[in-house]
């Protein structure tokens, strides 16, 4: 038995908009701001930023819609989400004939996955992915909860580890909305790496039988201590 969380793709770009009459003027000044030196955004700007709450809207799935696709079967449309793939449920642990309590890490809602078998030849797995979120160059905190039970690498048949059998996904676009590179140069490898694949807190498991709802951070690469 198999399931995979959900692909969070985040989609960002790099400037922001505002209507006034020096448009040109901002347009020119934010063109300037580089993702190599955050420190030539105005201090102003990005104090503004950090104070802001939680950039992902509808960050614990509480708002959207069911609707009917014929006599016997429904689907769902969760706010600042799509859903990919057919395994997806939006759990609402108020309907306690269907969802447990432990079911939803906070209020009403989750996003569950249930997948019984997985194929090597699959090119991609089932989950969710968020909406375009509008940043500006800097640093940020990517983490997010999950529950895990019964998890298997798809190729676990060759002896692997997890590797992509559970898939955290960042994706970075420019302002208009084209997809950037994510390749970083990871200098303790001597090497380049995917910097948009946050998966290796789960990468290097055999499988995981239960995992309760836990902290999860994102990340591309280990911590180097010195």
């Known amino acids: 038995m198999r ?8 989609f960002t770009t790099v400037f922001l908009f505002e209507r006034c009459g020096r448009q040109n003027d901002i347009d020119a000044q934010r063109l ?6 955050p420190l030539s955004i105005p201090y102003r700007t990005r104090l503004q930023r950090y104070e802001r709450p939680n950039l992902i809207r509808n960050g614990s799935f509480e708002t959207g819609r069911t609707f009917a696709l014929d006599s016997g079967r ?3 449309v969760v706010d600042g989400w799509q859903q990919i793939g057919q395994h997806i449920e939006w759990v609402n642990i108020s309907q306690d004939s269907i969802y447990g309590p432990e079911e ?3 209020g009403n809602r989750s996003i569950k996955i249930v997948r019984n078998k997985a194929y090597e030849t699959d090119d991609q797995g089932e989950g969710i992915i968020s909406e375009f979120i ?3 160059p800097g640093n ?5 909860y ?7 690498p798809n190729r676990s048949r060759l002896g692997t580890r997890m590797y992509d059998g559970i898939e955290v996904e960042l994706q970075f676009y420019d302002r208009n909305k084209i997809l950037l590179n994510s390749r970083q140069y990871f200098p303790q490898m001597d090497q380049y790496i995917d910097n948009g694949n946050k998966s290796l807190s789960f990468a290097n498991y055999m499988n995981i039988p239960s995992f309760g709802w836990g902290k999860i951070i ?3 690469y280990p911590q180097i201590e010195l």
């Open 74 to 76: 429904n689907s769902f």
């Open 32 to 37: 300037s701001w580089l993702t190599e030196d």
């Open 104 to 106: 939803a890490f906070s």
């Open 134 to 136: 509008r940043v500006i």
């Open 218 to 220: 994102g990340k591309s």
């Open 140 to 144: 940020y905190d990517f983490y997010f």
């Open 146 to 152: 999950t529950r895990l039970m019964d998890i298997m």
């Open 3 to 10: 399931s995979i969380v959900p692909i969070l793709l985040i």
